[in-house]
């Protein structure tokens, strides 16, 4: 349990680093923004015509008497909006660092200079195009990968009492997990770290990354929250892909302080 605390503290001392570095934070917002009005259309589109969407898609209920048409139909479309949601969500990340790839690197590479010992920060040598593809590449099947999920979650919803109660907490765990991982893949990938070594090396601190992940899961759910906290996300992942790979920085005192206080 002890790494729930240490997630949770290399989030809030990311958000600190972007605070003490105003021209990277400024910086970091602009990709979140042109996402966050594409995923808000998106949204607004959904809201408007889902229910238009779940009548055509159901029309062996046309004839059913009322109320349980419009209690079926009202349930499936607000399942409908809940995933759509979630999708959201889990793909906001991914959406925004590839818009703002050269954004995120220079910050990442920029806390890694900062805290590691010698001052210096890991290069990848691959050119901007190189890099790109890979993330695009990767973060699709790790979207593959969200989309099961999803799936499956929304399948297990429909049943009674587990639907209501396990799958919400279930559901904010996964995005937490595919979060960070979208989030470390920024420092890891510059360190040659492939998406199956990344999976692993999550997997082994799987409570690590859910301190870190599902808070701030459960903090994108807020409007625009998630525009503001995207650079201060990069940098504590940056810290958090350095705890992994058991790289030595100047944050290990300040994560044993967060520990101390959230306990």
Known sequence: MRDLGVGFGYLLQGQRWVGRHGRQYGFGLLPGL???????????????????????????????????????????????????LLLAVLTFTAVTLLIGQPFYESLSESVDADVSSDGTAPQSGLPLWRELWISARDSLRILV?????????????????????????????????????????????????????????????KTLVWGFGTPLGLA???????????????????????????????????TEDEEQLIS
């Open 34 to 84: 042109i996402t966050l009005v594409l995923y808000a259309a998106a949204l607004v589109a959904l809201a408007v015509w889902g229910e238009d969407a779940v009548s055509w898609a159901t029309p062996f209920a046309d004839h059913w008497a009322s109320p349980w048409q419009g209690l079926f139909r009202g349930f499936l479309t607000a399942v409908l909006f809940a995933l759509g």
């Open 145 to 205: 990968r969200a989309g099961l999920w999803g799936v499956l979650l929304f399948a297990v919803g429909f049943l009674p009492f587990v639907g209501q109660t396990a799958v919400p907490v279930i559901g904010f765990f996964v995005t937490g997990f595919f979060l960070t991982e979208e989030l470390a893949a920024v420092a890891l990938q510059r360190r040659g770290v492939d998406l199956r070594a990344r999976l692993a090396l999550l997997r082994s601190r």
């Open 220 to 254: 994108f759910l807020v409007p625009f929250v998630a525009v503001f906290l995207m650079p201060g996300a990069v940098a504590g992942a940056t810290l958090l892909a350095r705890d992994l790979l058991g790289e030595e920085s100047g944050a290990e005192e300040e």
